[in-house]
């Protein structure tokens, strides 16, 4: 998919008659460079926009490339194009230009109609001065097509192949699996037939292996019939902790001599924990990170847990490319049974035994039979003289009794509803009085929000009734997180400041699909675009002039950055047209769906359970109600940024037509230099607009100002004579489209009153309170073609006006809107 794409943009933006454009705006051998110079002024590549030189050897590759795909219809397009491009020596040899440029008198006439001139081949690359590269290629690219070369030939290694149908040595070490290794011999008339393979063997077998906490719960498991494992039982292999083989990798390329760390702290992922590894001479097998209990909260949802486990298994499956097979643990402890989704998590393990989940297919066994048909990793670069083996193995629980028990001697959890008394009344007291109140105060709730004051005044380590702060607060925690009570468990995590320890990865695979990410809200806010080490992540989210009031965000944000990083990966479509994935108003927009789309107004985001959330995000970022206002609509796309397919190109034509640049409010994106120093299909370009667009604090604002500057670049392009003169605001034609909207309505006989108080001139938006010649929250509720109407209006109101006016009255006159 990947491939498709970046293959099908290169071949629209940078092919031409003669071959391909290196990238845009390329002065290299056109005749307006100055050889003279070894750099180029600011701005000045804008001028090779439009007659950058065209690369015949690119066409060759295409060729190449043909041959390799086994698409015929590529090779002849591509050889077709070339034949007119050679050139001959004396002796009626080929000869392959470096490339073709366009002389001097046709630049005007080519910049106007592009690829329309005829362009003089350069002189390095004729008989006389051979350019070797382009001649190489043409070499094997006529060997190739002629059957006189076969690709293995120029390919001994086979890297054309995808990784698992390499031939590989097996060994000590993991290696990736050959599936048809031999098929890279076969001729490629052969081969055509499998072109369409799969990456991922169709009969892959995912190993499972359930370890049970206790053998008292291994019983219980029985009973419904599932067989489990305790880690006695697997004895001698060891169940680690992923932490823990975290630890042991720190040493690989370790070397204090030459000042390496070796391998950073970064968590092991799914398919590293799908190996069994051999370290110094035991065996050990790790759990996936799911199943770590860690100090944030998401771990004790099982309803989350159990797609985590689905997800994981068909992550492996997708992605798995070493030989033997992988073999995953899933660990279920004494908790589960009391959680009120232990049913469904029956229903997977049942599934799981019976060899298939979900399309997948899974064995489920005891590890010492598993083994032998497993991927096995050799830690080769651990000594037992650098090994520290403070290793905490997973352990075993033991209790009194090791025979059968009831299921009702495991505590079951209970449906916990409590009063919602405030306690925010008493910020203003003294530290005397919270501590009283909390004496008397029994309800986790009101717990919470006294502790929190406490917190905020005197500090973790202050002593209350001989426990410090923090020590009640995580009590309060333990409680809440055995109750599912989510609001209080977020804000017990939030003033114990705790983050999520995988999170990293997580915004680096949203960052390596070309997203930025935006952490914090108002002007406290970080804009990533690159990757942060894990030990960076605590400041990111608790900044250090953080309200009490946000603590909960705090938390909230990085529970849905987190399952965006797991969306991206597995569901990317999901943020198409989204460039800055602002966490905050991410929040805002699940909290506006979930009360005003779906109605529950009586529950706040942060009581869902962490499951709960995560499928709100999934709604809101996939918009499953059909039904949506258009107010609904414009404020969900305003708070995730979303803008429409080439919005870009379409700033960028506006831009162009725009002398004085586009402002709105307080900021301004000039026409130069941006123009001359960036291209529509730079990032850097869509950062800048990103930008401008980031003055609004108003999704519904945003989006109308997004719909404004589509309409713009409309009607500029169906009239390419017309151009603005000075700056357009956009926050005015937003003003002037509103107001057409309303001076509309009144003459349709349709009464202000349904929307303002009266229907006097001075009255007031129910909405903002402003004054209704001045507010503009009518154009949110209106409908695309009504607002596109009004703002189309707005539009050419402002190109008829003196100080906008181009000169070419009647052209002005006809302007063309739809």
């Known amino acids: 998919m990947l491939y498709s794409t970046t293959k099908e943009r290169i071949v629209r933006l940078l092919k031409g008659s003669y071959g391909f454009k290196r990238f845009e705006r390329d002065g290299f051998g056109s005749v307006l460079e100055d050889k003279t110079r070894r750099h180029y002024h600011k701005g000045e590549t804008k001028e090779f926009e439009g007659v950058e030189c065209e690369w015949p050897m690119f066409l060759l590759l295409m060729v190449i490339e043909g041959v390799f795909k086994n698409n015929e219809k590529q090779i002849e397009e591509y050889r077709s194009a070339l034949k007119q491009l050679y050139k001959t020596d004396k002796n009626g040899d080929v000869v392959v230009p470096k490339y073709y440029y366009v002389p001097k008198d046709y630049i005007e006439l ?65 290696a990736f699996q050959m599936f048809s290794s031999d098929a890279a011999f076969r001729p490629n008339d052969d081969r055509k037939s499998k072109s369409n393979k799969k990456g991922t063997a169709s009969d892959l077998v995912v190993q499972v292996v359930l370890i049970a906490e206790s053998m008292r719960l291994q019983a219980m498991m029985a009973t419904y019939g599932i067989q489990t494992q305790t880690p006695h039982e697997v004895e001698p292999v060891q169940i680690w902790p992923p932490k823990e083989l975290v630890k042991v990798y720190c040493n690989l390329g370790l070397n204090k001599k030459l000042g390496l760390n070796g391998r950073p702290m970064r968590p092991i992922g799914a398919l590293g924990t799908s190996k069994v590894y051999r370290i110094c001479g035991q065996t050990v097998l790790c759990y996936p990170l799911v199943f770590e209990v860690s100090d944030f909260y998401l771990s004790h949802d099982m309803a989350l847990l159990i797609d985590n486990i689905k997800t994981e298994l068909h992550f492996v499956s997708k992605y798995w490319r070493l030989s033997g097979r992988p073999t995953v643990c899933i660990l279920i402890r004494e908790e589960h049974m009391r959680d009120i989704h232990f049913r469904e998590l029956l229903d997977l393990l049942a599934s799981l035994k019976s060899g298939h989940c979900d399309g997948l297919k899974v064995r489920t066994g005891r590890l010492q039979n598993l083994i032998s048909s497993s991927c096995v990793e050799h830690l080769d670069f651990m000594s037992n003289s650098d090994v520290d083996w403070d290793v905490q193995a997973f352990e075993q629980l033991q209790h009194a009794s ?45 717990r919470t929000q006294l502790l929190g004051m406490i917190l905020a005044r005197e500090g973790p380590d ?90 909960v965000h705090a938390v909230l944000q990085q529970e849905v950055m987190l399952y965006c990083g797991k969306l991206m ?133 945003n989006q109308v100002v997004a719909e404004a500057l589509r309409i713009i670049a409309t009607i500029l392009q169906r009239n390419p004579e017309l151009q603005f003169s000075q700056a357009v605001k956009l926050e005015s034609l937003v003003r002037d489209a509103a107001h057409i909207m309303r001076v509309e309505q009144r003459d349709e006989d349709y009464t202000t009153a349904s929307y303002f108080n009266t229907g006097d001139a001075k009255a007031t938006c129910p909405e903002c309170k402003c004054v209704e010649s001045s507010c503009v929250c009518i154009v949110y509720h209106a409908s695309s073609p009504a607002l596109n109407s009004c703002l189309a209006r707005a539009i050419v109101n402002l190109l008829l006006a003196k100080d906008t006016r181009t000169g070419v009255e009647r052209a002005v006159a006809g302007c063309k809107v739809s």
Not at 510 to 526: A, D, F, I, M, W
């Open 402 to 446: 090791i025979g059968y028990q009831s299921l009702t001697d495991v505590p079951q959890a209970i449906a916990y509803a409590e009063n919602k008394t405030d306690f925010r009344d008493m910020e203003h007291s003294d530290t005397w009085t919270l501590k009283e109140t909390l004496r008397s105060v029994t309800s986790l709730r009101g």
């Open 110 to 174: 080519e910049r106007e109609q592009p690829g329309t001139q005829l362009r003089m081949a350069s002189v390095h690359g004729s008989a006389t001065n051979l350019f070797l590269m382009g001649q190489s290629l043409f070499l094997i690219a006529e060997l190739l097509t002629h059957d006189l070369l076969h690709i293995n030939e120029l390919d001994p290694i086979r890297r054309y192949l995808p990784s698992y149908n390499r031939p590989r040595k097996g060994g000590r070490y993991s």
């Open 569 to 701: 990966g597995a569901h990317p479509h999901l943020f198409k047209g989204i460039l800055n994935i602002r966490v905050a108003w991410l929040v805002q927009a699940m909290e506006y769906y979930h009360q005003s789309v779906l109605g529950k107004n009586e529950v706040a985001l942060e009581e869902l359970s962490p499951n709960e959330v995560f499928r709100l995000l999934v709604a809101v970022l996939s918009m499953e109600q059909e039904d949506l206002s258009p107010r609904q609509m414009r404020f969900i796309n305003g708070c995730l940024g979303r803008t429409p397919a080439n919005f870009y190109d379409k700033v960028w034509l506006v831009l162009q037509k725009t002398p004085g640049g586009l402002s709105l409010l307080d900021r301004t994106l000039p026409q130069q230099p941006t123009i001359s120093e960036l291209s529509p299909t730079e990032m850097s370009f869509a950062k800048a607009v990103q930008e401008l667009l980031g003055a609004v604090q108003v999704p519904e604002y």
């Open 462 to 551: 202050h002593q209350l009734d001989g426990q410090s702060v923090a020590e009640k607060i995580t009590e309060v925690l333990g409680s809440a997180s055995s109750l599912r009570l989510w609001s209080v468990v977020r804000t017990c995590t939030a003033l114990l400041s705790k983050e999520v320890e995988s999170i990293s990865p997580y915004i680096t695979t949203v960052l390596v699909y070309g997203k930025q990410v935006t952490l914090g809200s108002g002007n406290n806010v970080v804009v990533l675009d690159k990757p942060v080490q894990p030990g960076e992540v605590h400041d990111l989210f608790y900044t250090k002039d953080l309200k009490p009031s946000m603590m």
